[in-house]
C-alpha cells in the first residue's frame, strides 16, 4: 500500500517497542501511514537508521535533544553529517532544539548545541525538527542567528504568538495528541488558524497517546485520531487533513 498519510514524528526505534515493533510497524502500514522517525541521542539516531533502511515507506532524521545536548562531543557533528550525507532514508537532522522544563543539560550547553545542529543542517540543505518547550524567545532567537527557516516545530504546545512568528519565517508547525487533551483548548484555537499548507500532524509514539488512549504507550495509527481532531477543529474533512498534510512532508522533508 503506498502513503495516504504520514505521521512526521514518532520514535519507533525506541526500546518501549523492543517487545512488538514489526506488529506496531505493520499495524501502521496497514493504514497506509509513512512514518519519520527522528533521533533524540547519537545512539537513537543510529537506530533509527537501522530501523528505516529496514523498513518501506519510513524515513530517518538524525540529531541529539537538548536533553542529551550535555553528552555531544564534536565527532558526533561529523557521524550526524555522515549520516545526511551517506544515508538515502535520512532526510533531515533532529529532533534538536530547547527544553528549560526539565533542564536535564544546563541552558548555555543546550543553546550551543542546538545551533551548532541547526548550522548543520543549514550546510547540508536539509529540513530540521525542534522541540521546544518553556523556550521560545531563545529558540527563535538561535533560529534567526542560525538563518535556517527549513523546518518545523515538532509536538507544537508553545502560545499563538510562537505560532505566528514561526509561520512568518516560513517554518511549519505540528500537532501531536495534547490537541485532542480536555485541557487543550488554546492549542486547538491555534490549530485552527493555522494555515493548512503549514501543518503536520504526529504522534511522537511511544509519548503522549492522544485521548481517548491517554496514558497507554503511544503508536503511529493514533495519528489518525490526531487529524479527526484537528479536521473538526478547522472545519475540514479528515481525507483533506491527511491529503494537505502529507503534501506539506513531501514538500518540507523530500524537496531537494
Ligand atoms: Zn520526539
Known amino acids: 500500500m503506498t502513503v495516504r498519510l504520514y505521521d512526521s514524528h514518532c520514535h519507533l526505534q525506541d526500546a518501549e517497542f523492543s517487545p512488538d515493533r514489526e506488529e506496531v510497524y505493520q499495524r501502521a502500514r496497514q493504514e497506509g501511514l509513512g512514518l519519520l522517525v527522528p533521533g533524540y541521542t547519537m545512539e537513537s539516531s543510529k537506530a533509527a537508521v537501522q530501523f528505516v533502511n529496514a523498513h518501506q515507506e519510513t524515513w530517518a532524521l538524525v540529531g541529539v535533544h537538548p536533553h542529551d545536548s550535555k553528552d555531544f562531543i564534536a565527532d558526533d557533528r561529523l557521524t550526524l553529517r555522515q549520516w545526511v550525507l551517506d544515508e538515502p532514508k535520512v532526510v533531515g537532522v533532529g529532533e ?21 545542529q541547526l548550522c548543520l543542517a543549514r550546510e547540508l540543505n536539509v529540513p530540521v525538527s525542534v522541540h521546544t518547550r518553556e523556550a521560545e524567545e531563545d529558540t527563535l532567537a538561535i533560529i534567526q542567528r542560525a538563518g ?7 509536538c507544537f504546545t508553545g502560545t499563538a504568538d510562537f505560532a505566528r512568528h514561526m509561520l512568518e519565517l516560513g ?19 491555534i490549530a485552527e488558524w493555522v494555515p493548512m499548507d503549514r501543518l503536520l500532524i504526529e504522534t511522537d509514539a511511544p509519548y503522549l497517546s492522544p485521548a481517548p488512549w491517554r496514558g497507554q504507550r503511544n503508536e503511529p495509527i493514533h495519528v489518525l485520531r490526531v487529524a479527526e481532531v484537528i479536521a473538526q477543529q478547522k472545519n475540514y474533512s479528515t481525507k483533506e487533513v491527511y491529503d494537505a498534510t502529507m503534501s506539506n512532508v513531501n514538500r518540507l522533508f523530500f524537496l531537494p
Open 148 to 154: 535556517w527557516h527549513r523546518g518545523v516545530i515538532h
Open 96 to 116: 534538536i532544539g530547547l527544553d528549560y522544563h526539565y533542564r536535564h543539560s544546563p541552558e548555555e550547553v543546550q543553546k550551543s548545541i542546538f545551533e551548532d
Open 171 to 189: 517554518w511549519y508547525i505540528s500537532f501531536s495528541g495534547v490537541v485532542t487533551f480536555k485541557s487543550a483548548d488554546a492549542l486547538r484555537a
